[in-house]
């Protein structure tokens, strides 16, 4: 009796493509809240993305916030940005008020205003969405960082003051402006001597 050889390619890769799908859908799945994991992916607050450029949102919701444009001494501008659907949490938590600083029309910082008493409520929604925070620098004071890799997060509620804020920094272009600075301090001492 002669026996046939049997095709298995087709079989093979078969096999093949549902072994890469279910590895590719395991490595792929999305990071979930409470890590510093989702800080770092999320890279901003509410679609506001750090290192965005400022044009990307509409420009109608941006209103200088000094009135006039002006540059402050890191050569940044700072917005306030009047998109109220991104101040409100959800239906137990909403935000005062949304500023954007920018530098090179990139954004640097998104500054969070609510009012301080409501300070606790954002500490939970911060630790549920970012995990525990890294750093405290004061124990006797309402101040709580995370620190991560691409994104630091600081937020501060006191006491004696009305407003507690939280702020969202792009660590890289905070690296940069912090080079403009020493660069422009070496021309001054040189100039000086």
């Known amino acids: 009796m002669k026996v046939k050889p049997i095709n298995c390619t087709g079989q093979l890769i078969v096999i093949l493509s549902l072994l890469i799908s279910i590895s590719s859908k395991c490595f792929s799945q999305s990071i979930k809240p409470g890590s510093l994991d ?5 890279n901003g607050f509410n679609g506001i993305i750090l290192g965005s450029n400022i044009g990307l949102l509409s420009m109608n919701d941006l209103s ?4 006039n444009g002006y540059y402050d001494a890191d050569s940044c501008i700072l917005y306030e940005y009047k998109n109220y659907n991104i101040l409100r949490i959800d239906n137990d938590l909403s935000f005062r008020a949304l500023a954007i600083k920018v530098y090179k029309n990139k954004i640097v910082d998104i500054y969070i205003f609510f009012n301080r008493p409501e300070g606790f409520k954002v500490l939970s929604k911060f630790l549920a969405k970012y995990g525990q925070f890294t750093d405290r620098p004061n124990d006797y004071l309402d101040i709580y960082n995370w620190n991560c890799s691409k994104v630091k997060l600081s937020l501060k509620y006191q006491l004696d003051l009305d407003l507690g804020i939280a702020v969202f920094t792009c660590k890289s272009i905070e690296q940069e402006i912090e080079m403009k600075r020493k660069k422009q301090l070496q021309q001054v001492l040189l100039t000086n001597n």
């Not at 989702?38 to 999320?42: F, I, N």
């Not at 200088?64 to 009135?67: E, I, N």
Request: aromatic share 22%; no cysteine.
């Open 38 to 42: 989702y800080l770092k992916s999320s």
């Open 64 to 67: 200088y916030l000094d009135d």
